[in-house]
């Protein structure tokens, strides 16, 4: 399929400043009830600056999105507004996951992000029905697109066939383009495929790439990615922000020993439940008992944590 003329130069002129860089996929605080603790995500996202992030996404797989109802996610996103609105971190870039299988919560979903601010909703596809086809995929997201995403909104298609089911496929990436013209802003890609992330990028330069996979960042950089939306930047964003800023520099040996570091520290990350292992070290490192799970996910237990613990410690 061709692409309609200036297409890309129609999408760049459409916002002021798009995200990129380094960010976190932070997990949701929850209280002993197992209710979101809008209060707890301050110090949360305080936390996250001062590592370095350049931004977070809430209510994402690891943020638990789907297991929270709308009038709960609005809270939380409330609350990182209000956070963001006192000037706690200028700049900070703050994305919300807003993607559900009923059409109208996710339209719902992503006009609460937009009221409350937020620079961008992540869109998973509506992942009950399977198979569908990409038709179908498209259809729904042009709804969800026109129905909520205002023309200064960025809504970014998501890519995690793993949990959805349901990949984002380069056709349904050109349908989406030829539908929304300038309407798109980019992809999360957790695939967890490095030649099929390359060629998305190389096919879609108009799309702000963001790797899920530690692993590929620097690759993904090279070939013009915008960054990486990972869980272990909750824990370790010192070494992809390392990663980021010898790339940024032009200093590609340093770019990679950064990135070899950054790979072993997501190979020992990998070894346990993400959002487990994101929650028990965040416990520890703020200090405090633990950081609830909602149901299915259970929480890690004390020998796996100290082993994680261990495990990131020994990389530099």
């Known amino acids: ?29 929850l209280r002993e009830d197992l209710s979101p603790d809008p209060a707890a995500l301050p110090a949360l996202l305080d936390l996250l600056v001062a590592m370095g992030c350049h931004g977070a996404l809430l209510l994402g797989s690891t943020g638990e999105g789907p297991s929270f109802t709308l009038d709960e996610r609005r809270r939380v996103l409330a609350a990182a507004a209000g956070w963001r609105a006192a000037g706690s971190a200028e700049g900070f870039q703050l994305l919300a996951g ?11 979903a992503c006009r609460d992000a937009f009221e409350l601010g937020l620079d961008g909703v992540l869109l998973l596809p509506p992942y009950y029905y399977k198979p569908v086809d990409d038709v179908g995929l498209a259809d729904w997201f042009e709804r969800v697109v026109d129905a909520a995403v205002p023309a200064t909104g960025r809504a970014y298609l998501y890519h995690i066939p793993r949990l959805s089911g349901l990949p984002i496929s380069p ?44 692993g590929h960042l620097l690759r993904c950089l090279e070939a013009g990615g915008a960054g990486a939306i990972t869980a272990l930047a909750n824990l370790r964003a010192d070494l992809a922000r390392a990663v980021w800023e010898a790339w940024q520099a032009g200093d590609r040996p340093e770019a990679e020993a950064a990135q ?42 004390a020998a796996a944590t100290e082993a994680l613990a261990e495990a990131l410690r020994a990389v530099p």
Do not use: N
């Open 1 to 29: 399929m061709t692409h309609a003329p200036g297409r890309a130069a129609t999408q760049a002129s459409a916002w002021q400043v798009r995200p990129r860089g380094i960010l976190a996929a932070a997990p949701t605080p």
């Open 98 to 108: 807003t993607g559900c299988p009923a059409l109208g919560d996710s339209i719902r």
């Open 171 to 214: 056709a349904l990436i050109e349908g989406l383009l030829s539908r929304l013209p300038g309407r798109l802003a980019g992809i999360k890609d957790s695939g967890g495929d490095l030649a099929a992330s390359l060629a998305s990028v190389a096919r879609f330069p108009e799309l702000d790439h963001f790797t899920g996979c530690d």
């Open 260 to 301: 070899a570091r950054l790979s072993a520290a997501r190979v020992a990350f990998d070894r346990y439940p993400s959002v487990a292992a994101v929650k028990a070290m965040l416990a520890r490192l703020q200090s405090q008992p633990r950081w609830p799970l909602r149901p299915p996910l259970r929480a890690l237990d």
